[in-house]
């Protein structure tokens, strides 16, 4: 008695748009006149992909209610095993240490002081002890940089390379520092020359504001101090989500110019 509610923006066969959902499937050099003739233009024929429950049975579809909507076929598939996410690797953009073993000391230390150093530049830094090396959320991995190094990248508008492929969105675990940063601008490019462009607030590691698009991950009950100590309160590690056009094939993901925008992993997810 349960239903599916689906959503689907579909090109004219003249005219492709490339909707997300959307790919060429078939594409003609021409089409048939009523006359007998040929119409010498690029024709196409699109295909579509819907995710239903798999732990449900199905019993029929309900077609839009427009005659300008044709179907040709369908057919139903069960993909128990659909391919595997993809790590992003990080390691060579990899600016700040923002992650210590607990009784590490980081910064510029002298016998008596440390100064400086850590994920915020100013002497604090995440527990790796908390963190660990590696964090599953809503089943999707993600792997960290390892710990009492450069492990985490600051923004600075870089161009980060992505693993070439078809994905529906690229995830990313990531804090800011300094005070929350708000609307920061990311964006994704595809190989097909065009990209898509994101707009995040991120929230302070220390206070979270719940912003749209983030989810409050890894909550830490201390960070570690450049001296060796702990500050005793809860910190936090976000995750952010971006949807992207699954017919494209990504290309890199440029970050914004914000140094307070520390992003730890990411992980394209198909």
Request: with cysteine; aromatic share 12%.
């Amino acid at each position: 008695g349960t239903s599916t509610t689906i959503s689907q923006s579909l090109s004219d066969w003249f005219s492709p748009q490339n909707y997300a959902g959307e790919s060429k499937a078939v594409t003609m050099a021409y089409r048939n006149n009523p006359d007998g003739s040929k119409d010498n233009r690029s024709f196409y024929l699109y295909g579509y992909s819907f995710a239903i429950n798999g732990a449900k049975t199905v019993a029929s579809v309900t077609l839009p209610s427009t005659r300008n909507v044709v179907v040709l076929a369908y057919a139903l598939s069960n993909n128990t095993s659909p391919p595997p996410a993809s790590p992003v690797s990080l390691s060579s953009a990899f600016t700040r240490g923002g992650a210590y073993t607990d009784g590490s000391k980081f910064g510029n230390c002298s016998p008596t002081s440390c100064t400086g150093g850590g994920l915020d530049n100013v002497g604090y830094a995440f527990s790796a002890t908390l963190l660990g090396a590696s964090t599953t959320f809503n089943s999707v991995a993600y792997t960290y940089g390892a710990a009492n190094a450069n492990n985490a990248v600051s923004a600075a508008g870089q161009t980060l390379n992505l693993p070439a492929g078809q994905f529906s969105s690229l995830r990313m675990m990531a804090t800011a520092v300094n005070g929350n940063q708000t609307s920061q601008a990311f964006k994704v490019n595809y190989t097909d020359g065009t990209s898509a462009n994101f707009t995040q607030s991120m929230s302070d590691w220390f206070s979270p504001q719940a912003y749209a698009g983030e989810i409050d991950a890894v909550p830490m009950s201390y960070r570690d101090t450049n001296n060796g100590g702990r500050d005793s309160r809860s910190f936090h590690l976000y995750n952010y989500v971006f949807a992207l056009n699954n017919v494209k094939t990504v290309q890199s993901v440029v970050l914004p110019s914000n140094a307070n925008g520390e992003v730890f992993a990411m992980t394209l997810v198909p």
